[in-house]
């Protein structure tokens, strides 16, 4: 085993592994307000890839693209939650995600209406040159998107432990009706929960456009993967979901790269099976 | 509940209105129904969206000219959304309830296997535009069935012969998981020997993968002279990008499936430099004008940029194209018999289409050789010819 090849496969599955971090991330936050998963996530993903694109073609500023993607898609979050999740009369988590499900595929739909069904491309943040690293290379890019994994967890841990707003949204997950009594207004909360996921994930839909292109269908995949990275990594902790997307992403290219291509999405979800099976709560149990 | 009861009453009232009217054609003008199966939506739509826009161009240019001796076309055309169940119920509904004379398509391999055990029970001729070599072989078990995609057995071959003029002789494969890639790794595979070519690895990508550089890096440590990637839509162009990030310095040789203008729009600068074997639609204006293919690819071109505008021509639509033509042909030699129209798109000779000359004959229902590629190289964002 050449050192140069082990070190090109980490760089790969460390970059892929980003980048379902930060779809678990998405999911994290929303399982911190209102114990649901939401399906619709990995949409979120690309619904932020497609607009910052749109907005690019319009007007060629790279962050002008960024930020209005993120803010576009965002407010699609709220909308969302305001419009599918809030107005249910039987909330129960089953029926809401079903509801997150279903908005996934009509997220789908509509973007496959208003974008078509091409691929588009999208520019690197930071030009294409790639660096050399001891016989591996990497992209700018894959740096960009390894450091804002980095920024967002920081920030996120640091909202949820230090921020009165991350901690009554905490409180919303733990006991809704403690919560209720102590003047915590739920439903602000959870929409505020789908707001920041929703453009987390347009962030990081938009971070990966100059590397997988965007496409209306990109969602789903990198929504599952992101899934079984939040599960991996016991759903309610920050941590524990960057840990889980980072182990799947060197998972799978190792797997690519030391035994055969083809059991590359096998891997994801064989390591989902596995937790499921034997440790359920995940690697990092939430809640402390 | 009265009102309701006058309100079907007229609505059935304009039904018969409009029945009838459909009717008063008379006996003289009685159209020819034209079966079409595309993949117009789906993971496979940027196959079947030009091949259903191609045929509707022809059937109206058909239609205005007169028709086929006085007698309009029909064309009922479905969308199978890549579907192999639905594309088989279309094929039942255009047999049974459209009464179609012959049917187009459909777009992709899988589905065209399954409808071509319809239309052989039928009786119905039909002409696919998928590319796999099985859809007209074994041709005894494929009477009734034909196609016009060239297939990968011939871009195998084309790519195997420029390799070998230029020295190369071992080579990588990284090849999709789909049916495409299946297919054209096997027919790599099997003519390998033929040509003296050593396949020293082999890697496969899904479909929607977005990072091929686990593969790639496998590859690089390999002794290979070029690298053969088999794959259709974004995923190629990764490939090409993971590449050009890996500084590999072997040349990249690309399939058909990357013969298109959005193929080197997705892979930017890292498009440059790549060979492949593509339909001469994609570089007719660099043909020599003795070449008989490249008025006809021009006037495809012309006609299909002006009805769809901003839409660029693609060898897919060509597909269709040859189809729809070839069966115009049958049609005005045999009417609407269709034994008769199997026996006139068999007896086709020296057909001058966009994908090829087409030659049919008892034993070879696509009717193409070799020769419908031609070789070209990605340069500064153009596709150059180069054999």
């Known amino acids: 085993m050449e050192l140069a090849s082990l070190l090109q496969y980490l760089i790969s599955g460390l970059t892929n592994g980003a980048i379902y971090a930060l779809v678990a991330l998405g999911f994290v936050i929303i399982y911190h307000a209102t114990t649901i998963i939401n399906f619709a996530q990995g949409e979120m993903v690309m619904l932020g890839a497609m607009c910052a694109i749109s907005i690019y073609q319009v007007y060629p500023s790279l962050p002008v693209a960024f930020l209005g993607g993120v803010a576009l898609v965002t407010l699609v979050g709220i909308l969302f939650e ?90 919303c997950a733990y006991n809704p009706r403690a919560a209720r009594l102590v003047g915590i207004s739920q439903g602000r909360m959870v929409q505020l929960s789908f707001a920041l996921s929703a453009g987390l994930g347009a962030a990081a839909g938009i971070l990966i456009a100059p590397l997988t292109l965007g496409v209306y269908d990109m969602g789903t995949m990198v929504g599952l993967k992101g899934f079984c990275a939040a599960i991996l990594g016991g759903l309610s902790s920050s941590f524990g979901g960057v840990l889980g997307g980072l182990i799947l ?31 359920p709560q995940g690697l990092i149990k939430g809640g402390s | 509940m009265r009102s309701r009861a006058i309100a079907a009453i007229l609505v059935f009232l304009l039904g018969v209105m409009l029945f009838t009217a459909g009717c008063a054609k008379g006996p003289g003008t009685e159209p020819y129904v034209v079966g079409g199966i595309f993949s117009i939506t ?48 279309h094929a039942e509904k255009l047999i049974t309830k459209d009464g179609a004379v012959a049917i187009i398509g459909p777009s992709i391999t899988p589905a065209s296997m399954t409808v071509l055990e319809i239309t052989q029970k039928a009786q119905m001729p039909l002409i696919s535009c998928a590319a796999a070599a099985g859809i007209t072989m074994p041709v005894k078990d494929r009477f009734w069935t034909f196609k016009t995609a060239q297939t990968d057995q011939m871009a195998v071959e084309r790519i195997y012969q420029y390799c ?17 890639g299946v297919a054209g790794k096997a027919q790599l595979l099997a003519q390998a020997p033929q040509y003296g070519m050593e396949i020293v690895g082999q890697e496969v990508f899904a479909d929607k993968d977005t990072d091929m550089t686990p593969q790639l890096t496998k590859i ?44 080197i729009e997705l892979a930017g600068d890292a498009g440059d430099g790549i060979i492949l ?17 490249k008025a006809v690819c021009k006037e495809y071109a012309d006609k299909y940029q002006a009805k769809f505008k901003g839409a660029p021509v693609s060898s897919f639509g060509g597909y269709a194209y040859d189809a729809m033509k070839m069966l115009t042909q ?58």
């Open chain 1, 82 to 171: 305001r419009l599918a999740l809030r107005p249910v009369k039987d909330p129960s988590a089953i029926v809401l995600i079903i509801i997150t499900v279903g908005g996934g595929v009509f997220f789908k739909g509509v973007a496959m209406l208003l974008w078509g069904k091409e691929a588009y491309s999208f520019p690197s943040f930071s030009g294409e040159t790639p660096f050399h690293l001891g016989g591996a290379t990497l992209l700018p890019q894959n740096l960009w998107v390894l450091g804002l994994t980095a920024v967002v967890l920081l920030a996120l841990e640091a909202f949820f432990r230090l921020t009165l707003v991350g901690k009554a949204m905490r409180a």
């Open chain 1, 249 to 279: 992403g060197v998972a799978e290219s190792l797997a690519t790269g030391l035994i055969s291509s083809g059991y590359r999405d096998a891997v994801a979800f064989f390591i989902l099976l596995v937790v499921l099976f034997l440790r």
């Open chain 2, 42 to 89: 789906g993971p496979a739509s940027y196959l079947g969206e030009p091949e259903r826009n191609t045929m509707e161009m022809l059937v109206e240019a058909i239609n205005a000219a007169g028709g086929i001796k006085g007698h309009p076309l029909k064309a009922v055309i479905y969308d199978d959304e890549g579907d192999v169940t639905k594309a088989r119920l």
């Open chain 2, 164 to 180: 070998k003029k230029n020295g190369i002789s071992k080579v990588a494969l990284i090849t999709v998981s789909s049916a495409f």
């Open chain 2, 220 to 263: 690089r440590s390999l002794p290979a002279q070029a690298v053969i990637c088999w794959g259709v839509g974004p995923a190629p162009a990764l490939v090409a990008k993971n590449m050009k990030q890996l500084g590999f310095t072997i040349p990249l040789i690309q399939s058909h499936g990357a013969a298109s203008q959005k193929f």
């Open chain 2, 277 to 293: 074997p593509a339909g001469k639609l994609a570089v007719f204006a660099q043909l020599p004008d003795t070449d008989p293919q």
């Open chain 2, 330 to 387: 049958a049609l005005d030699q045999a009417g609407k018999d269709k034994a008769k129209i199997r026996t006139a798109l068999e007896g086709v000779k020296n057909y001058v289409g966009v994908s090829g000359v087409f030659n049919m004959t008892p034993a070879d229902h696509n009717g193409l050789t070799p020769a419908a590629f031609v070789m070209v190289k990605i340069e500064k964002g153009h596709f150059k010819l180069i054999d």
